[in-house]
């Protein structure tokens, strides 16, 4: 039967590549064993690969976890566990998150049940593990149960000690920095004020550092409506619990990403397109320019790339990323509608070469 198969962006070597190693397969269902693979992760610039898959065997249903290596030409199955039947419920195996020692996994699970109005409704059940990556041992963690839709609890606090920077937690007035951690239960933390007024900039733009441990992240105003004095910052968040304020060379940075020798960002600097729908503007908050400055002298900022407003940079979703000297984002074309106008993924992941002045195109739908 007809199939699929990852593809990726090698940007070591600006070139797109699939998971298959295999440059004559078709890919087939049955054929090719690396069809079926969704949500593919990886640690750092390692090429092993992990993912899960459904397995029906019969009358029974399982979840697993598969450990995928291109250059070995491997795919091996490292986990599996159990579901309930169909006709009971169901469930999936997850992976939260990956470090050089573990991969954090969550296994759901739910129940079909019927009350007393004859209404069903569900049961459901989240185990908690890590896998351990020396040992291929896998440790259960903790279990969670209650009623789907419930109305969910604040964040409680259990344990203290190491902290793996593997997961995130939002909430008004703090982020958390977990070592595992869903539905609001936060285990092995540490956490950061988030100021008043001010939001995190993102997921995309935390970063461990690690050969020291810090972790930088950014904040920047929730109002964008007073562009005058609309402030963002990015800090260092010590491993002794020191909060560090960099001093950049600009008061309004709306994001950031981070490498060796410097940190790129952008300044909040907007145009207005008109709005998405009712009381969503579709703006363009940095108008497609990205700087640098050197992490060590924190001086001289370059304007590194100007789209003249080309690009979209602020994707919430997706972000950008610099990698040697090129910069990777998803393409966004601005489209006019009847109601407003938006941004539209266009399918295409964009590399420039700020060096050269070239761009290269990937498509990836």
Known sequence: GSGFVVSFIDLSKAEKRNICPD???NHKDGSCKYTGFQNIRSYGDEEIYYDTAEIYNEN?????LYEIIPSEDTVKEIFRTKMPPAQEGGGRLGINSITDRFIFLDEYRYYKKINERNEEY?????????????????????DISGVENDEETPPQTDGTGEVELSHLIFTDDKVYFCGYSEYLKIVNYRSVDIPDGYKVMGSDCIYRDIPTGDIWLGFRMKNEEDVENFKGYICRFKE??????????ADNIYDFTLTD????YTVFDPVIYGYAREGVVCANQTKSRIWRVSRETLENPELIFDGKCEFLFNNPTTGWIVYGDCIYSDYYSLEGLD??????????VVAINFVENTIKWFNLD
């Open 339 to 348: 109601s407003g106008k938006i941004f539209h993924r266009m399918g295409s």
């Open 60 to 64: 029974s249903f399982y979840s697993a």
């Open 261 to 264: 020798k410097y940190i790129y």
């Open 240 to 249: 002794n619990g020191e909060l560090e304020k960099i001093s950049m060379p």
């Open 23 to 25: 440059p004559v397969c």
């Open 122 to 142: 569900r049961e459901y059940e989240i185990k908690y593990y890590r896998y351990i990556r020396s040992t291929g041992e896998v440790e259960h963690l903790y």
